[in-house]
């Protein structure tokens, strides 16, 4: 039984981590929406990049595979589109507010999983009554 409780709570932590990048990445990616209309202005987004011999992290043998989430650290990047407007701003509302709608489902998934989590974790800790 302890092994199992040691996954919930490791499996809970991650959740809780990808809950934070989440909430984060909405954050600069309103700041994009907020900044439509400003002149030059390019639009930002957020990723997470595994630090080398974090758990989780995969070794990439070949160029082709894909890079594997994990640990690591949340990088800004510029995302600026290819289409600027006339005034220098590269910002496409569509594409901010379906980053936006797909960062949020992200979201509340791991919100959910998590409450499943504690869920197991009160059921385990109870007499088994749900």
Known sequence: MGVV????????????G?????????????????NLDTPGYRAVDL??????????????????????TGGGREVAFDDGGALVSPD???VA?????AKIDANRVRYAT???????????LRYAAGDGSP
């Not at 995969?58 to 890079?67: E, K, Q, S, Y």
């Not at 509302?93 to 507010?97: D, F, K, S």
């Open 5 to 16: 409780v040691t996954r919930i709570y490791d499996s809970i932590d991650r959740l809780e």
């Open 18 to 34: 990808a809950m934070s990048y989440h909430r984060d990445r909405h954050a600069v990616l309103a700041g994009n929406v907020a």
């Open 47 to 68: 990723r997470r990049e595994v630090a080398s011999g974090a758990p989780g992290a995969l070794a990439r043998t070949d160029p082709g595979h894909l890079v594997g």
């Open 88 to 90: 220098g701003s590269a």
């Open 93 to 97: 509302l569509e594409r901010e507010l």
């Open 110 to 120: 791991s919100a959910e999983l998590v409450s499943r989590r504690l869920a197991m």
